[in-house]
């Protein structure tokens, strides 16, 4: 049930439909004041959520820096959380996402010398089933690749954060008991949750950030600073995911 509704809460927090919603109310609202405020309304969410700089500054407030990789110390293993990939359907592949830099840096961590072995945990988070089960899938390649399979392991019953946490601790008992050498891999803007999810169950780990979009020093373009980009609108839906996530995993007692 927390499953499914944290699904359709998720419309309800993105820039798009409140974009929609005040565009909504100019258009067919009967009063002149409600119109006047609609329209302000969407004016600000349009400019405000498409502003990079605003989003960035807000972001550097909530992700966790990246670590460089000459820093990394050496890890029995590498936990790797799913949510980088869509399945293509037609042509029988994965489909790279943004975050497909998590399982980049991992690799790059293995074949360095970094990290003994890799476990990735996730099946996919989808309501429906949509033809991906990405740890297995990312196994898959992983091997065409040629990683050792017994390099890899994979934990395929998860579906949310606090769940990636729960399934790895039983893989991780098993295979690594009493180890403190444990390096968890995921995005910048993901791992606070993360890591409070795999606190909570008792798992102690080194945060291994990926795919960030801020660091300790800022540099921003000119466009950045005033030039409208809607695909920012959508990182900032990726964002208060996070933001409203840790919250709801507070509140039901998952961190």
């Known amino acids: 049930m927390f499953f499914i509704l944290s699904k359709i809460l998720l419309f309800t927090i993105s820039p798009y439909t409140w974009l929609l919603i005040a565009l909504y109310f100019s258009f067919f609202s009967k009063k002149p004041v409600r119109v006047k405020r609609a329209k302000y309304s969407a004016v600000f969410i349009a400019l405000f959520f498409s502003n990079t700089f605003v989003f960035k500054e ?3 407030q909530w992700e966790v820096f990246g670590t ?10 590498a936990v790797v959380l ?9 042509l029988k592949v994965l489909s790279a996402r943004r975050g497909i830099d998590r399982i980049w840096q991992t690799i790059s961590l293995y074949k360095s ?6 476990l990735i945990t996730g099946d996919h988070g989808y309501l429906i089933d949509k033809g991906l089960h990405e740890a297995s899938q990312l196994k898959e390649v992983l ?7 017994h390099v890899i392991m994979t934990e395929t019953k998860s579906k949310n954060t606090y769940e990636n946490a729960v399934e790895s601790k039983k893989i991780l008992d ?9 390096l968890l891999v995921t995005s910048g803007k993901h791992m606070r949750r993360a890591k409070a999810c795999f606190s909570k169950v008792g798992v102690q780990c080194d945060p291994y950030s990926t795919d960030l979009y801020t660091g300790p ?8 600073m005033l030039i409208p980009d809607v695909s920012t609108m959508n990182d900032w839906h990726g964002l208060l995911k996070e933001m409203f996530g840790y919250l ?3 509140i039901t007692g998952k961190i």
């Open 82 to 90: 799913t949510g980088m990939a869509e399945y293509n359907n037609d």
């Open 248 to 250: 709801a995993y507070d």
């Open 113 to 118: 010398g970094k990290i003994d072995r890799i």
């Open 143 to 149: 091997v065409h690749w040629g990683i050792p399979e």
């Open 174 to 182: 098993r295979s690594f008991p009493n180890s403190k050498a444990i």
């Open 68 to 77: 460089p990789p000459a820093s990394i110390k050496h890890y029995d293993v």
């Open 217 to 224: 020093k800022r540099a921003y373009s000119f466009d950045e």
């Open 58 to 60: 807000v972001c550097r």
